[in-house]
C-alpha cells in the first residue's frame, strides 16, 4: 500500500516538473518576445494622439428659389493651419484574426472676421464691411469589422466594412439680408444661421502592419466609400501611416500622418447643398497594447 502511494506521489511530482518544464520556455519565450510584436498579438490597442492639421472645408448652402455659389471657408474666414486636435483609435482582436475596429475625431473651429464680399448661404446674404462669426464642429466615428487575412507573428494584413459617420454643424452669424420665397428681401442686424448635416456612408478599407525591429512597428490604412442614396451623394476617402517607437510591450509612442476627405452633394429638408470637408496633418500619439 505505501509503495502504491509513494509511486503515486512520485508520478504527480514528475508530471509537476513536467508541466514546470513546459511552463518555463513558454513564459521565457513570451518574455523574450519583441515589444514591438505587442501590437500584433494584443487583444486591445489604443491609439490617442494629438493632430496638428490643415482643414479644408468648402460649402454650399441654396435659398429656397436660389442655387447659391460656394463658400470657401479657408479664404472666407482665414486658415486654421496651427489647430491641435484629438483623434483616437481602439482595436480590439476578437480572435487573432477577427477584430472590431472604433474611431473618434473631433474638431471644432470658431472664426470671426469683417467680410470683404458677401457670402450667400440659404436665404441669407451676409454684408460686406459687417464682422461675420463662423462656427463649425466636425466630428467622426466609425464602427468597423476587420478580417486578417494574412497573420503571422511579424505583420498583418487585414480588409475592414463598416460605417463611417460624419457630423457637421455649421453656424453663421452677423448682419445680413434674408429673401424669402416670394423675393422679398429684409435687412437684418443679427442674423443666426445654424445647419446640422450628418452624412453617415459605408467604407471598406485595407490595412497593414509590421514589426520592423524588436522595438519598431509600422502600420498604413487606406479607407473609401462612394454613394448615392437617400438624398445624399458623395465619397469619403482616409488615408493614414504612422511608425512606433514600443519602448515596452504595453506602451510606445508613434508619428503619423493622417489625410481625410468627404465629398457629398445633399438633397434633404435639413440641407440643400454641398459640403467639402477634408483635414490633414500629423499625429503625435500613444500607442497602449494591453
Known amino acids: ?22 511552463a518555463a520556455p513558454a513564459q521565457a519565450q513570451a518574455q523574450e518576445r519583441p515589444p514591438a510584436q505587442s501590437v500584433l498579438d494584443s487583444s486591445l ?15 454650399r448652402l441654396d435659398g429656397s428659389s436660389t442655387t447659391n455659389p460656394d463658400v470657401d471657408f479657408d479664404r472666407a474666414f482665414g486658415r ?24 473618434y475625431f473631433d474638431n471644432h473651429r470658431t472664426a470671426s472676421r469683417v467680410i470683404d464680399r458677401p457670402i450667400e448661404w440659404g436665404d441669407y446674404s451676409f454684408t460686406v464691411g459687417g464682422n461675420v462669426n463662423a462656427d463649425t464642429k466636425f466630428r467622426i466615428g466609425e464602427v468597423a469589422y476587420e478580417y486578417a487575412f494574412k497573420h503571422e507573428p511579424t505583420y498583418e494584413l487585414a480588409a ?12 453663421l452669424s452677423g448682419a445680413a439680408t434674408v429673401t424669402d420665397a416670394n423675393g422679398t428681401a429684409t435687412e437684418l442686424p443679427a442674423a443666426i444661421v445654424t445647419k446640422n448635416v450628418p452624412a453617415p456612408l459605408p467604407v471598406v478599407g485595407l490595412r497593414g502592419g509590421w514589426a520592423v525591429s524588436p522595438h519598431w512597428y509600422l502600420d498604413a490604412q487606406a479607407q473609401y466609400f462612394s454613394m448615392k442614396m437617400n438624398g445624399y451623394d458623395g465619397y469619403v476617402s482616409d488615408l493614414r501611416a504612422g511608425a512606433s517607437w514600443m519602448y515596452s510591450r504595453h506602451v510606445g509612442i508613434g508619428l503619423g500622418y493622417n489625410r481625410f476627405v468627404t465629398n457629398i452633394d445633399v438633397s434633404r429638408d435639413n440641407f440643400d447643398g454641398r459640403l467639402r470637408f477634408g483635414y490633414s496633418g500629423l499625429l503625435l500619439y500613444l500607442t497602449g497594447a494591453f
Do not use: C
Open 1 to 22: 500500500m505505501n509503495s502504491i502511494k509513494m509511486a503515486t506521489a512520485g508520478m504527480a511530482v514528475s508530471m509537476a516538473l513536467l508541466a514546470a518544464g513546459v
Open 45 to 59: 490597442v489604443v491609439n490617442v494622439g494629438s493632430f496638428i492639421l490643415n482643414t479644408d472645408l468648402t460649402g
Open 80 to 103: 486654421d493651419n496651427d489647430a491641435t486636435r484629438i483623434r483616437a483609435d481602439l482595436l480590439w482582436r476578437i480572435t487573432p484574426r477577427q477584430h472590431l475596429r472604433v474611431l
Open 160 to 171: 475592414s466594412v463598416g460605417v463611417h459617420y460624419a457630423g457637421l454643424k455649421v453656424t
